[in-house]
């Protein structure tokens, strides 16, 4: 099976003993506050998105009506729904940002990676994604790669983050 179509339907045990830990950390009866982290778990078991069928297991392994995690997966941007590059490049283009030049830093990338925002580079390898604030507006323009900020950002240094990915 090509790996953009992989579609993984359950969660692993690994995923599952790191459910259970942050499920620990609430009161008993409260497993579905550990939605979120589980969600990147199963996402991250999954090579970056999440399937529906993701989604379901999330669901009943947190004992949880399957919409309510349907819902916290689709409105939080660190969720995808389709396969993503090997690398995803998350900018800022909010009011801090915007006002320090992330217009250029985007297009800068654009141009660069020749693709668009949303889009994924023919080898898989980058997908460019706007985001909203990542709450480093003291240093804007920034990004987000994987769990990494990059901050004060100018074509210069998008050039050596870009080569630091190949």
């Not at 579609?7 to 939605?35: F, H």
């Not at 995690?69 to 690398?87: C, D, I, L, N, Q």
Request: net charge negative; proline share 2%; glycine share 6%.
């Amino acid at each position: 099976m090509a790996e953009e179509n992989l579609k993984i339907a359950s969660l692993n045990d690994k995923v599952k003993a790191e459910i259970d830990t942050w499920v620990a950390k609430y009161p008993e009866g409260k497993q579905s506050s550990a939605v979120m982290f589980a969600l990147k778990l199963a996402q991250d078991q999954n090579g970056g998105w999440l399937t529906t069928e993701l989604m379901d297991a999330v669901a009943d392994y947190l004992s949880m009506d399957k919409i309510a995690v349907y819902e916290v997966a689709s409105f939080y941007s660190m969720y995808e729904h389709k396969p993503v590059g090997k690398h995803k490049i998350c900018v800022c283009t909010n009011i801090s940002c915007m006002v320090c030049g992330s217009a250029k830093i985007v297009k800068h990338l654009e141009e660069k990676l020749s693709i668009k925002m949303g889009e994924t580079t023919e080898d898989k390898n980058i997908t460019l994604k706007e985001v909203e604030c990542l709450g480093a507006c003291v240093n804007a323009p920034m990004l987000q790669i994987g769990e990494n900020y990059y901050e004060n950002l100018t074509p210069e240094k998008i050039d050596e983050i870009l080569d630091g990915l190949k």
